[in-house]
């Protein structure tokens, strides 16, 4: 399989789309001034404590109080209020919630993700011969005993399995000395602060793809070289093409498509190849996805059309799942078979499918109801609540694209029609705030008219050369 990494950067954002076999199967995206709080670990305040809920609430010197739950953890259990505590972001905030946080720190390297305060040493799910990880945990903890590893846990990572000796120790070395440099920095700050914080987006994905990409393409000169640089420190052995990105008659938003695929990713509606569709519905509570036949009937009974749709959309699916980073507890209703053999095979082929995806997914069985449950680890929010607002027109029921993205769009198109002279833009007025300081960051108040339409919707706009 051939994978590659499209990097497009503008002034307030990073988007990273991953094509496996040039099809695209993850967006990420990464707001330059936004803090990423999911993996950052903080030296925060205890503010309440809620014994019915066996948690409690903690400053961590962002907005919103985070939640940390302190059931069976030893280092939480005698926590009062107004006491520190170190605390990592396991979940970033979604909507109205705020961040939830561990004291079960985890710092993940190459081969090793090492847990500094536990001594549990766990495998990668992603190893299932039971033989291959009793020999890989035995093999590592070999490697470490001379540099008392029974003081630290760690979780061991697929690739570790056909890793060097030194490699594994000098990952090993090196997490240990930032866990270090963690505890001193705590001892020295303020509460709450900030002791560590993950980097780009780009390293965690070329962290947990382990470096494994056929080429990399970035419109950015900055970012190639920190790639080229991460690879030359983290995976030497990769033969990965690094590729800046040269056009500028076209923005490689525009090239790639990738303002399409935002379009496709905004809509609740999926079209697979035979026919039929499916339909996401993000709630509060849990994901909801309905599978539908439409003009799918080329086969010769409804129970065959259906297993033939339901597998298309299975496969379907499991894509949909990372490439809108969809989490928590999903619900899928397929077309309705009778076949219980037909419905093992369609669970077991979903099984194949979701194997691909670098977030833990568990699948169960189907429900008396014909449901099928399942849960994928939730990190963040959701790519639509990323680039995102809830649509004042439709009273929540849609979304329209942010402030941010529509900013992000009309600088890729001014990119498009450069060299101009006058440019006219027709936008709502309540972007104005945001335009105006756009414009003025690119110093092109003299070559750029605006014009204010309030009809148009805010995710709405036009661009035209005046001659």
């Given amino acids: ?30 707001y330059k001034d936004i803090i990423k709080q999911s993996g950052n670990i903080y030296k925060g305040k205890i503010k309440r404590l809620i014994p019915a809920m066996n948690a409690a609430f903690v400053d961590i010197g962002e907005d919103r109080e985070a939640f940390l739950p302190i059931k069976d953890i030893e280092e939480c259990k005698n926590l009062k209020v107004g006491s520190p505590v170190v605390v990592q972001v396991k979940r970033a905030p979604i909507n109205t919630k705020g961040a939830k946080l561990t004291c079960k720190i985890t710092l993940p390297g190459k081969y090793l993700v090492l847990m500094p305060t536990v001594n549990t040493v766990s495998i990668s799910s992603k190893i299932e011969d039971p033989e291959l990880r009793d020999r890989l945990r035995e093999k590592i903890k070999d490697i470490l005993k001379p540099f008392n590893e029974e003081d630290y846990g760690f979780i061991i990572r697929t690739v570790a399995a056909t890793a060097s000796e030194e490699a594994i120790i000098e990952d090993f070395l090196n997490l240990k000395h930032l866990w270090e440099n963690i505890i001193e920095r705590s001892k020295s700050k303020r509460t709450p602060s900030l002791l560590f914080e993950e980097n780009h987006k780009i ?26 640089d991460y690879i030359s420190k983290h995976f030497p052995d990769k033969n990965i093409k690094l590729e800046i990105y040269k056009n500028r008659k076209v923005s490689p938003y525009t090239y790639y498509q990738v303002d399409k695929l935002i379009n496709k990713i905004l809509s609740p509606y999926v079209w697979l190849r035979n026919g039929g569709y499916i339909v996401i519905e993000e709630t509060e509570a849990l994901v909801a996805i309905d599978v539908n036949s439409g003009s799918h009937c080329k086969h010769k009974s409804l129970e065959e059309t ?9 496969r379907e ?56 449950e399942l849960t994928r680890k939730k990190m963040e929010e959701s790519l639509i609540n990323q680039l995102s607002d809830m649509c004042e027109y439709c009273k929540g029921k849609g979304y329209i694209k942010n402030v ?64």
């Fill in 317 to 372: 699916i499991a894509r949909q799942l990372r490439l809108r980073d969809l989490g928590g507890i999903i619900v899928i209703d397929f077309i309705d078979m009778k076949s219980e053999e037909r419905k093992k095979a369609l669970i077991d082929f979903f099984r194949s499918e979701v194997k691909k995806d670098k977030r833990p997914i568990k699948i169960k069985e189907f429900t008396s109801l014909g449901l099928l």
């Fill in 404 to 467: 941010s993205l529509v900013i992000f769009e009309i600088e890729n198109k001014l990119e498009e029609l450069k060299p101009f002279v006058k440019i006219k833009i027709r936008i709502n007025p309540r972007l104005s705030e945001s335009i105006n300081r756009f414009i003025k960051a690119i110093n092109m108040e003299e070559q750029i008219d605006i014009e204010y339409d309030i009809n148009l919707p805010m995710d709405k706009y036009y661009i035209e050369r005046v001659e």
């Fill in 203 to 228: 390293f965690s994905i070329l962290r947990d793809y382990a470096g494994d990409f056929s080429k990399i393409t970035t419109d950015n000169l900055h970012i190639l070289k920190e790639i080229k």
């Fill in 1 to 30: 399989m051939s994978r590659e990494l499209l990097v497009i950067s503008s002034r307030h954002l990073y988007l990273y789309v991953i094509y496996e076999d040039n099809e695209p199967v993850e967006v990420r995206v990464e």
């Fill in 306 to 314: 259906a297993y033939h749709t339901n597998v298309e959309a299975a």
